[in-house]
Nanobody, 125 residues
Framework: VQLQASGGGLVQAGDSLRLSCAAS????????VAWFRQAPGMERDFVAA????????YYKDSVKGRFTISRDNDRKTVYLQMNSLRPEDTAVYYC???????????????????WGLGTQVTVSS
C-alpha cells in the first residue's frame, strides 16, 4: 500500500490543522494506521494510531484531548485533527501502516512496513 500524507503548514499557537493520510492501491481495512512525528534533531515519535481492527485508538499522552485520529467510512483515508497546537508540536508528521502489528507494538516505528512521505507542521509562538 502506498501512503500519501498532506495537510501540514505554518500556524500560530492555539490554531488547528487537519492532516490526511490517503491509501492508494487498497483500503486500510485490516491495517493498523499510525501517525508519527520527528522534530529536528529528535527521534521519530509516536503520536496516534488505530489498531488493525480499527476499534482501538491510541494516543501519545501529550496530545490526548488535543489531537483526534479518525478515518473515512471507505477506509481509504485516515485523518489527524490537531487542535490547540503548541510550538512543541512542530515536526515532520508521517503516516504509517501495517497489516501485522500487534497492539503492544503500535507505538514502535519498527513495527510499520509502509510509510508515507512526511508533511511539515510548524507552530509559531
Amino acid at each position: 500500500v502506498q501512503l500519501q500524507a498532506s495537510g501540514g503548514g505554518l500556524v500560530q499557537a492555539g490554531d488547528s490543522l487537519r492532516l490526511s493520510c490517503a491509501a492508494s492501491g487498497r483500503t486500510f481495512r485490516g491495517y493498523a494506521v499510525a501517525w508519527f512525528r520527528q522534530a529536528p534533531g529528535m527521534e521519530r515519535d509516536f503520536v496516534a494510531a488505530f489498531d488493525r481492527t480499527g476499534g482501538g485508538i491510541y494516543y501519545k499522552d501529550s496530545v490526548k484531548g488535543r489531537f483526534t485520529i479518525s478515518r473515512d467510512n471507505d477506509r481509504k483515508t485516515v485523518y489527524l485533527q490537531m487542535n490547540s497546537l503548541r510550538p512543541e508540536d512542530t515536526a515532520v508528521y508521517y503516516c504509517a501502516a501495517s497489516p501485522s502489528v500487534i497492539n503492544s507494538n503500535l507505538r514502535s516505528q519498527a513495527a510499520y512496513a509502509y510509510w508515507g512521505l512526511g508533511t511539515q507542521v510548524t507552530v509559531s509562538s
